[in-house]
């Protein structure tokens, strides 16, 4: 297990800067999570991370509402993050998603523009660099306009189609997508039963190998099973006494079922574990307490059990980490004096340890922070 890790923030012109550690670690379990704080544009920003360069290490991807452009974190061969660059993102990007839609073995980004009509298209060239897809930006007939997206095979020929909540029509569009990076519109409506306000989760979770598509809806969690040919759905809905926000699909009892996760924008988070076949288990939800406001959800695995764990933001500055296990869940909750609106956020392995390291950004400012992962006692 590598111990030390460095954060490097710096500009194609500037030198490097050392990110400062701030704030208090706190252990989950034997591991040590550590913050360090960086600078970033400002604006409810959107946080992914991928293989950018090609190197087979994680790097960052942080979008800046405000600003209009992403910005991109490589990860080099001493585990340092340097910012390399920054691309227009066209207006107001508030998501993103990442694959290769192109087929040229490079990641490339798709991204949600909210108060607009279209999605902005970057294809990657695997040096860290992305430009405009030919056909971006992509209009599409969604109302009102785009809040999330994904880039997910929905039709099983092993292509990635985009995915777009689609609120006024109660649906999700899924756009088919072509090897060369193109997609066929104008794609397929799925019902979902409902208003998607903060987008969708996307899993196989009746087990046939066709994934599904889950939502958080108004008053509901739509589930739309994929029949599996002629993007068929089918369509039931599950009743939430709190209009759910913000939801996801994530082993967390370690059963290999997916479960569903939703988070209200009051505060709480409940976890309903999934049977297989389709069918949430009502009668065996946890319900986890958690402060209001909740943003944004994000799947990782923190301890290395190999048994899915998750991070809730919430606006009202206290960030949720839920350990899943066989046997129970473990809740921490924490604030960074540095990060009061927590707001986009991402789980992934940035110092190849084999544990998740936590990125938060902040919704109302110009900072970021990232929570290391180290074994206790380590240097």
């Not at 460095?6 to 040590?32: K, Q, Y």
């Not at 009509?117 to 209009?139: R, V």
């Not at 006024?168 to 072509?178: E, H, M, T």
């Not at 991402?346 to 084999?354: C, K, S, V, Y």
């Amino acid at each position: 297990m590598k111990n030390s890790w460095t954060l490097v923030i710096s500009s194609v012109l500037a030198s490097a800067i050392s990110g400062s550690a701030l704030s208090s670690p706190f252990d989950v379990g034997e591991i040590r999570y550590s913050p360090t704080v960086f600078a970033i544009a400002a604006g409810q920003p959107s946080v992914s991370t991928g293989d950018f360069n090609a190197d087979g290490k994680q790097d960052l991807v942080i979008a800046s509402y405000s600003d209009n452009q992403i910005f991109v974190y490589l990860n080099n061969a001493h585990n340092q993050l340097t910012r390399t660059g920054s691309f227009s993102a066209g207006e107001s990007p508030t998501d993103m998603a990442i694959a290769d839609v192109d087929s040229d073995g490079y990641l490339d980004i798709a991204i949600a523009n909210h108060e607009t009509s279209y999605i902005t298209l970057l294809l990657g060239d695997g040096k860290g660099n992305f430009t405009p897809a030919p056909e971006s930006p992509m209009k599409l007939g969604i109302k009102p306009h785009p809040h999330a997206v994904l880039l997910k095979d929905i039709n099983g020929d092993r292509v990635a189609d985009l995915i777009v909540d689609s609120r006024d029509d109660d649906s999700v569009l899924v756009i088919p997508g072509l090897l060369d990076g193109q997609f066929a519109l104008p794609g397929t409506r799925v019902d979902v039963g409902g208003d998607p306000y903060r987008g969708f989760a996307v899993d196989d979770i009746n087990g046939d190998g066709a994934p599904d598509i889950v939502t958080p809806n108004e008053a509901n969690i739509g589930i739309a099973i994929n029949a599996g040919a002629d993007m068929a759905f089918s369509l039931t809905t599950l009743n939430q006494s709190e209009p759910p926000f913000a939801i996801a699909l994530a082993d967390m009892n370690g059963d290999g079922n997916p479960d569903v996760v939703a988070a209200t924008n009051r505060d709480s988070l409940t976890v309903i574990p999934g049977d297989g076949q389709g069918t949430f288990i009502t009668s065996k939800k946890t319900l986890i307490k958690t402060a209001s406001g909740a943003k944004q959800i994000a799947i990782g695995d923190v301890n290395g059990d190999k048994i899915d764990d998750l991070l809730v933001s919430s606006w009202s500055g206290e960030v949720v980490l839920v350990i899943g296990g066989k046997a129970a869940l473990q809740t921490y909750s924490f604030k960074h004096s540095d990060i009061p609106n927590p707001w986009g956020i991402a789980l992934d392995d940035l110092n190849d340890d084999g544990l998740s390291d936590i990125i938060i950004a902040n919704g109302n400012g110009k900072t970021a922070v990232i929570y290391f992962s180290m074994a206790k006692g380590a240097d």
